[in-house]
């Protein structure tokens, strides 16, 4: 099954509306596709209309919703898989997630004034449009004010872990995010663990911790992650009962990992998609 569970449209921080990703994805093969926007379900109508606006569609769409999270003091990403976006719950988490970015905004545009860099919440607002405001917008936004030379060297100095910009405290702890997405009729799939940089016995307490509160799923493939690290991430995932996702996190062309470019699940994991596939 060439199934991808994580990927960006420009409702979020992805650089293709909705309608040139699912384009996209079958030009690619891609059989399973569900579109994980941060905090956001706006960009999945306009890719269910097209979709069902063709004879014979090309792959199955599910909804999925990237949500900002906090467990432990760090920023971890729940990925909710097959949601009703129409479900109050997940309204509601949406509509505090609005609020939230354009508050986290505001605060982030302080400490880069502070720091020489003045206007950028209101450049990073205008670059994002109705899209839900991240941190890649004021990357984009440095950039464009010539502040850095890279997208990349605005997360290393300025955005990144530990950096001014890497503002978490407006984030619900995890188990409520989960709760959120449970609510809605989705599956709960803890996001690229490797990219949260912990220790292995920090990364043993977060995936039991996930699965304890009601997880159901783990990215064990996810983007450029090595087979290494994936086959790590998979026996995590199978000593706590879970089900296996996997993801490229597409949020562009290149240097993004392509939508559907992804290695195979480890030996021995239960595919999370079983249930959506007939
Ligand atoms: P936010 O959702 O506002 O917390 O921003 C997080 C997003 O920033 C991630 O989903 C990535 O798309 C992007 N990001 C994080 N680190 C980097 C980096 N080093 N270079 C480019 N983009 C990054
Ligand atoms: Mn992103
Ligand atoms: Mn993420
Ligand atoms: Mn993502």
């Known amino acids: 099954m060439r199934a991808d569970l994580h990927c960006h449209t420009n409702a979020s921080d992805g650089l293709l509306d909705p309608i040139a990703l699912c384009d996209r994805a079958a030009q690619r093969g891609v059989e399973l596709l569900a579109i994980t926007d941060h905090d956001t379900v706006a960009g999945v109508q306009a890719a269910r209309d097209y979709m069902r606006s063709q004879l014979l569609p090309a792959f199955q769409l599910l909804v999925g919703i990237e949500y900002s999270s906090v467990w432990a003091h760090i920023g971890v990403h729940i990925v909710g898989l097959g949601i009703d976006d129409s479900h109050t719950a997940t309204i509601e988490a949406c509509r505090f997630y609005g609020k939230a970015r354009r508050e986290r905004a505001e605060m982030i545009g302080t400490r880069l004034t502070k720091l020489g860099m003045p206007g950028a919440t209101e450049g990073a607002l205008a670059l994002a449009g109705s899209a839900q405001i991240g941190r890649p ?51 709960p799939v803890l996001a690229h663990p490797i990219k949260y940089r912990q220790t292995g016995a920090r990364l043993r307490r977060l995936v039991a911790e996930f699965a304890a509160c009601g997880g159901q799923a783990v990215e064990v493939v996810v983007g450029r992650q090595v087979a290494d690290e994936s086959r790590f991430v998979g026996q995590l995932c199978q000593q706590n009962g879970l089900a296996a996702s996997q993801g490229s996190d597409f949020h562009g062309p290149s240097p993004w990992c392509e939508l559907g470019d992804i290695h195979a699940l480890p030996a021995g994991s239960t595919p999370v998609w079983q249930r959506w596939v007939s």
């Open 137 to 187: 917008h004021f990357a984009r936004y440095l950039l464009a004010q010539g502040h850095v030379r890279s997208e990349d060297e605005a997360f290393t100095r300025y955005l990144g872990a530990g950096k001014p910009g890497d503002i978490k405290a407006l984030w619900p702890p995890m188990d409520e995010v989960v709760s959120w997405i449970r609510a809605a009729g989705g599956v």
